[in-house]
């Protein structure tokens, strides 16, 4: 089992930024990937960003490139979500997710289907 809390999230101003974190813990050796997902009220699940492959590799869904960036500290097991230049369009609960994906399938990183392992999430509100 893996476990994943997320923390960091708030209340901020259009413009203003925000860090997320999420704490990995448990078997995190059957993992390999942590994305980054929100939900905003009445609207899908979608990817928002995603790391794998020891933290050395990054993609972002279109609306957020540019202002958030997504990281990793292998030391403390945990995943970041530097979020920027926020939009009201933003607000959203945030969560992250694991799950393991072979070499072909990270493309597939950004969907919610393939992941196992999800956190309670945090709530991220931006006022215009």
């Known amino acids: 089992q893996v476990q994943l809390v997320e923390s960091g999230g708030g209340s901020v101003q259009a413009g203003g930024s925000l860090r997320l974190s999420c704490a990995v813990s448990g078997s995190t050796y059957s993992t390999n990937c942590i994305t980054w997902f929100r939900q905003a009220p009445g609207k899908e699940r979608e990817g928002v960003a995603t790391?794998?492959?020891?933290?050395?590799?990054?993609y972002y869904t279109d609306s957020v490139k540019g202002r958030f960036t997504i990281s990793q500290d292998n030391a403390k097991n945990t995943v970041y979500l530097q979020m920027n230049s926020l939009k009201p369009e933003d607000t959203a609960m945030y969560y992250c997710?694991?799950?393991?994906?072979?070499?072909?399938?990270?493309?597939?990183?950004?969907?919610?289907?393939?992941?196992?392992?999800w956190g309670q999430g945090t709530q991220v509100t931006v006022s215009s």
């Open positions: 997710a694991a799950t393991y994906f072979g070499s072909s399938g990270v493309g597939y990183a950004l969907e919610p289907r393939y992941f196992h392992y």
């Open positions: 790391i794998y492959n020891g933290g050395k590799n990054s």
